[in-house]
Nanobody, 125 residues
């Protein structure tokens, strides 16, 4: 069975940095579209960033220049490096595995992802 487990969420002051990790099992991240989404109570889950096997990345406008998505294929792990965090960055961050091989739509939509982790909470104050 495919499982995605996020870690690294924490409480941090504005301007601080955090790195989130997502370990995949029963699945290989080498050639599939992978992404990070964020959700806060009362709002829909929104895409943060995506990466595909050919290393092409896409970011939400709100995080460009501050967040970096990457992965380690050997460790089957996805990462999200976050810097210059703002209170607006608060939310539950979810790791997602896409349904496409060697392709990641530039749009950040939940419909393009078939597997989800349980999330890790990030709080910026």
């Amino acid at each position: 069975h495919v499982q995605l487990v996020e870690s690294g969420g924490d409480s941090v002051q504005a301007g601080g940095s955090l790195t989130l990790s997502c370990v995949a099992s029963g699945y290989t991240v080498t050639a599939y579209c992978m992404g990070w989404f964020r959700q806060v109570p009362g709002k829909e889950r929104e895409g943060v960033a995506t990466i595909v096997g050919n290393k092409i990345t896409s970011y939400a406008d709100s995080v460009k220049g501050r967040f970096n998505i990457s992965k380690d294929d050997a460790k089957n792990t996805l990462y999200l490096q976050m810097s210059s965090l703002e209170p607006e960055g608060t939310g539950m961050y979810y790791c997602a595995a896409g349904i496409w091989v060697d392709y990641c739509p530039q749009r950040l939509e939940m419909a393009d992802f078939g597997y989800w982790g349980r999330g890790t909470q990030v709080t910026v104050s």
